[in-house]
């Protein structure tokens, strides 16, 4: 036969609670040594109290011994569940029958009934045994509900019963004395059992509030310990998307470097091609001048070489060499100047500083729009205005006086958290 698939316990805390419970259950069924069960009128005496005997005690707590083991594994299996919750309400019917006495002591045992059933079973199932340990509770409140019985009984058969008063005799002894009418008996009789009843209707109100109560503080650890999986899923999930993204972002760093290289080598190239042309034209007429365009267009190819070293590397080059950004776009002025022999007009209205990387993709855009110029306009005069608008607004603008190129960009710059250098690609109007 396949062995009964078990597990751990999985809440320790709800571990701990069972085994006060069973201990307080213990209290109740062997009380100190040497307290036994008080009883009336047993064998001429008046009161008296019989000793628990040993073979029944032994019995009692082997039992509970079981039924404490049981705890520490539970069942994973339906069919299983089940057969361990009979065991459980079989294990407490047997401890009841022996003990025969104070089955109130039986309640802690209930409630571990719920505790574990409120482990094993869904919302449906945990109130359900829930509902059915409150059911049971009543019996184990059996010397009460004799006693109601009792009174129930006397009460409509006592007619006429005379009750001596209580008169202390001089031996030390006690004589009733005193008498009373039908009508003062069934009043007592009454008094008894709606006091009885009472109780047993508050210990049954209170009972099941503890049993909410125990259901509530189970439903909120289970669901704590789901919300830690749920969160560690989270958290599995976000390694798994940073490791996407990390890989997005190394492709769009690998798009920022082929721009890079249009960006600066294009330039570059463009004008070692313009100072070549120039070299060409120079070189029968006035040879000192094309050794000069010459020595212009291997500065331009080292530096071009040097811009292509730093895209391979994917190091993110500073085209602005460190130097405040206005002085960096008169000097890029200044060589556009010395390449083509146009002197751009410029007016720069910067009255804030913006962030490096806005001023890298500015000097960029800048340079792209001169690029262009020197690629494919026949212009003698060019405009380039660079203005901020707001706080969080720039406007660059590069017309020459033909207006063939009228290049003219707008973006957010403090105040846009999803800003991206895709978003600064030129516009070009004819």
């Given amino acids: 036969m396949k062995a009964l698939p078990l597990q751990p316990h ?3 805390l709800l571990l701990y609670l069972e085994w006060i419970l069973l ?6 069924l062997f009380g100190f040594p040497g307290w036994g069960r008080p009883v009336l009128w047993n064998n001429g005496e008046l009161y008296s109290t019989i ?5 029944q005690m032994l019995a009692i707590a082997l039992l509970l011994t079981v039924f404490g083991v049981m705890g520490l594994r539970l069942p994973t299996v339906r069919w299983s569940k089940l057969l361990y919750l009979v065991i459980a309400f079989g294990l407490i019917g047997a401890i009841g029958q022996l003990q025969g006495w104070g089955l109130d002591s039986l309640s802690p045992l209930l409630i571990a009934v719920v505790l574990r059933s409120s482990v094993l079973f869904g919302q449906t199932g945990k109130w359900a045994i829930a509902g059915l340990v409150w059911l049971v509770y009543p019996f184990t409140l059996v010397p009460f509900l004799a006693v109601w019985a009792v009174m129930q009984i006397v009460k409509y058969n006592l007619e006429g019963v005379t009750i001596p008063g209580l008169v202390m005799l001089p031996d030390g002894g006690a004589q009733f004395s005193l008498s009373f009418n039908p009508e003062q008996v069934q009043q007592f009789v009454t008094y008894v059992q709606n006091t009885v009843l009472y109780f047993l209707a508050d210990a049954l109100l209170s009972f099941g509030l503890i049993l909410i109560f125990v259901l509530l503080l189970v439903n909120s650890l289970t669901n704590e310990r789901q919300g830690r999986r749920k969160l560690a899923l989270a958290h599995e999930q976000l390694y798994q998307y940073s490791v996407q993204i990390e890989d997005q972002a190394t492709l769009q760093e690998r798009t920022r470097i082929a ?17 070549l042309e120039n070299t060409a034209l120079s070189l029968k007429v006035d040879p000192q001048e094309a050794k000069a365009f010459l020595e212009d267009s291997k500065r331009l190819g080292a530096e071009a070489r040097r811009e292509l070293r730093q895209a391979i590397s994917m190091l993110r080059s500073d085209p602005l060499k460190g130097k405040p950004f206005e002085e960096a776009i008169v000097q890029l002025v200044a060589e556009f100047n010395h390449i083509t022999g146009i002197n751009p007009m410029l007016e720069m209205n910067l009255p804030i500083q913006f962030p490096d990387r ?3 993709a500015a000097y960029r855009i800048l340079e792209e729009a001169l690029t262009n110029i020197q690629k494919h306009s026949e212009a003698t005069e060019v405009t380039i ?3 901020i608008q707001s706080i969080d607004k720039l406007e660059i603008q590069s017309i020459d006086k033909l207006r063939r190129f009228y290049i003219y960009k707008l973006w957010t710059m403090a105040k846009d958290s999803t800003f991206s250098k895709t978003r600064l690609g030129l516009v070009y109007k004819a």
């Avoid at 201990?23 to 109740?28: D, R, T």
């Avoid at 000793?51 to 073979?55: G, I, L, V």
């Avoid at 960006?263 to 070692?272: C, E, K, M, V």
């Fill in 10 to 12: 999985p809440f320790r």
């Fill in 23 to 28: 201990g307080l259950s213990a209290f109740k």
């Fill in 51 to 55: 000793a628990t005997k040993t073979p």
């Fill in 259 to 275: 721009r890079e290289i249009h960006d600066s080598l294009g330039h570059l190239l463009t004008a070692q091609s313009v100072v």
């Fill in 358 to 360: 806005y001023q890298v």
């Fill in 385 to 387: 205005k660079l203005e």
